[in-house]
């Protein structure tokens, strides 16, 4: 069963934080002087994104099977680092507060894709 990351805290509306991630493969190790351990991802390496035309996050209620919306990720350079930035789209926030959940597909440019297993939580709240 897949897991959730930390929970991002978040305010209904807002169209920041952008948010930064670094991919990462659990099944290498970081380099040839670090043991893989698959429970501790600061020994994984990152994951190469060259061959990747997009990262996106698909974005939903908890709980929902309807999509809210579909937000591309910008693949920071270079991409050998397997840096990833969300910038939220204008209305993304809008829905309500709540809970929602997210989770991270990446497009390669041999037409296949592939799912993030561990999901992102968001905890959205109203603002002032």
């Known amino acids: ?20 991630i670094t991919l990462r493969d659990s099944n290498k190790a970081l380099d040839s002087n670090t043991v893989l351990d698959q429970g501790n991802p600061d020994t994984w390496a990152v994951l190469d994104l060259t061959a990747v035309t997009h990262v996106k996050l698909k974005y939903r209620r908890l709980g929902s099977t309807n999509l809210i919306d579909t937000i591309p990720f910008v693949i920071e350079n270079p991409p050998t680092q397997g840096k990833i930035t969300l910038v939220w789209n204008l209305t993304s926030l809008d829905d309500g507060v709540g809970e929602y959940e997210g989770e991270i597909e990446i497009l390669y440019t041999d037409g296949k894709f592939m799912t993030i297993t561990d999901k992102m939580r968001f905890d959205v709240r ?3």
């Not at 991002?8 to 169209?15: A, K, P, R, T």
Request: net charge negative; glycine share 14%.
């Open 1 to 20: 069963m897949a897991e959730y990351m930390n929970t991002i805290d978040l305010v209904q509306g807002d169209d920041l934080p952008s948010i930064e």
């Open 126 to 128: 109203g603002g002032f």
